[in-house]
C-alpha cells in the first residue's frame, strides 16, 4: 500500500511540474495528438515572449511538431514579405490567413517543415513539423489555429492577466 501511494506521490509531482498553457484554449486539442507544453519564454521588458507545445501522433506512422505562440518587435522586419522572399520563403495560405513556408531540410525521406503565419506586426504563429507518412501533417497543425484567439492571447505576456 505504501509503495502505491509513493507512486502515485511521485506521478503527481512530474504532473505537477509540466508546463501548463500560457494562454487557455488558443493552442488547440488535437484528436489523435499528444500535446506537451514547453515553459513560456518572456524577456526582462516583458516585449518579447512565446510559448510553445509540442504536437505527437499517437497512432501507428511518425508526425511530430511544434507550434509556437510569440510576440517579437523584430518580426516585423523579420517577417516581412522581402525578408522572407530572400530567405526562399513561398507564400502559402493556412485557414484564410496568408503564411509563409520557410525551404526545410530533408534527412533521408523525411521533410522537415517551417510555417509562418503571421498574426500582426510583432506577433506570429510558427510551426516546426514533419511527416513522414502524412505530409500535410504540418499545414494541418497550423490551420488548427484559431488566428482571432491566437491574436487575443499575445496581447498579453504569459503570465499577465487580460
Given at each position: 500500500m505504501l509503495s502505491v501511494l509513493g507512486l502515485s506521490f511521485v506521478v503527481g509531482a512530474v504532473l505537477a511540474a509540466e508546463p501548463k498553457p500560457a494562454w487557455p484554449?488558443?493552442?488547440?486539442?488535437?484528436?489523435?495528438?499528444?500535446?506537451?507544453?514547453?515553459?513560456?519564454?518572456?524577456?526582462?521588458?516583458?516585449?518579447?515572449?512565446?510559448?510553445?507545445?509540442?504536437?505527437?501522433?499517437?497512432?501507428?506512422?511518425?508526425?511530430?511538431?511544434?507550434?509556437?505562440?510569440?510576440?517579437?518587435?523584430?518580426?516585423?522586419?523579420?517577417?516581412?514579405?522581402?525578408?522572407?522572399k530572400k530567405l526562399g520563403a513561398t507564400p502559402v495560405k493556412v485557414g484564410k490567413r496568408d503564411a509563409w513556408t520557410m525551404p526545410g531540410r530533408k534527412d533521408g525521406q523525411v521533410q522537415y517543415t517551417k510555417i509562418i503565419v503571421p498574426l500582426g506586426e510583432d506577433k506570429a504563429l510558427i510551426v516546426e513539423a514533419v511527416g513522414a507518412a502524412h505530409k500535410k501533417f504540418p499545414d494541418e497543425l497550423a490551420a488548427a489555429f484559431d488566428p482571432e484567439k491566437c491574436i487575443e492571447a499575445l496581447k498579453t505576456p504569459p503570465g499577465d492577466s487580460k
Amino acid at each position: 500500500m505504501l509503495s502505491v501511494l509513493g507512486l502515485s506521490f511521485v506521478v503527481g509531482a512530474v504532473l505537477a511540474a509540466e508546463p501548463k498553457p500560457a494562454w487557455p484554449g488558443a493552442f488547440p486539442e488535437l484528436s489523435g495528438y499528444g500535446r506537451t507544453f514547453k515553459a513560456p519564454e518572456v524577456n526582462k521588458d516583458r516585449t518579447v515572449y512565446s510559448q510553445a507545445a509540442e504536437y505527437s501522433w499517437m497512432g501507428g506512422d511518425f508526425r511530430t511538431g511544434t507550434a509556437t505562440l510569440a510576440r517579437d518587435p523584430a518580426f516585423k522586419q523579420a517577417h516581412a514579405e522581402e525578408a522572407l522572399k530572400k530567405l526562399g520563403a513561398t507564400p502559402v495560405k493556412v485557414g484564410k490567413r496568408d503564411a509563409w513556408t520557410m525551404p526545410g531540410r530533408k534527412d533521408g525521406q523525411v521533410q522537415y517543415t517551417k510555417i509562418i503565419v503571421p498574426l500582426g506586426e510583432d506577433k506570429a504563429l510558427i510551426v516546426e513539423a514533419v511527416g513522414a507518412a502524412h505530409k500535410k501533417f504540418p499545414d494541418e497543425l497550423a490551420a488548427a489555429f484559431d488566428p482571432e484567439k491566437c491574436i487575443e492571447a499575445l496581447k498579453t505576456p504569459p503570465g499577465d492577466s487580460k
